[in-house]
Structure formats: C-alpha cells, structure tokens
C-alpha cells in the first residue's frame, strides 16, 4: 500500500486528494523571513493547511525514531532541560547550518 493509500485510508479522503497534495508539496510551503537575534535573518517555511495534516498524519501511522540527544523533539523538552545536559562541559559549539533543509533531497530523504 502506497503512502498516500495509508494517507487517504487514514484520514477517510480520497487518495487523488493526497496524491495531488503530495505531488504539489514543495509549492505548497509561505516562504518568510524573520530576524535573528543578533544579525541576519532565518527563513522560514510554513507548510499550508492541508500538507500540514498530511504530515501530521503521516507521523501517526508511521513512528520515525528520535535519537536520545535530539532532546528538542521529545515531549516536556525545552531550553532549560537541554542547557542542564551541557552545564559542566568547558567547551560549547554553537552553529548555524546554512540552507541544511534545501540539501535534503527527496532521494536523501527516502
């Protein structure tokens, strides 16, 4: 069964619906730009409504594994928690990965 069968079944839409979604995916982002703190800007990539729910969706049929240290995507996260796992270390790397989500192709991804 096809990604969009599971999606379709799943969300009780015609699967053409999905297919379409899916197939216009890349067009159906509102591309932006916000300021970052210091200088520069960051641009941001805001699904629409409907590839939105198809992405939600996706991640309730399908459980992707989160690596342990990737403490900004599990649930009761946040700033302080992932500050106090750094606290004693002397050294800290801070970096911005510059255009990292454009380099993921879809061969990548998959």
């Known amino acids: ?39 520069g800007t960051r641009t941001i990539a805001q699904p629409s409504r409907a590839l939105k729910v198809l992405q939600r969706a996706f991640l309730e049929i399908r459980e992707l594994p989160v690596h342990a240290s990737a403490t900004a995507y599990q649930k009761g996260s946040g700033i302080k928690l992932n500050a106090g796992l750094h606290v004693r270390n002397p050294y800290l790397l801070k970096m911005d990965l510059h255009s990292f989500f454009h380099s993921i192709t879809p061969a990548v991804f998959w």
């Open 1 to 39: 069964m096809s990604i969009a069968e599971q999606l379709a079944t799943h969300l009780d839409i015609p699967e053409k619906e999905v297919a379409s979604t899916l197939q216009l995916a890349p067009l159906r982002y509102r591309v932006f730009h916000i300021p970052k703190r210091t200088y």
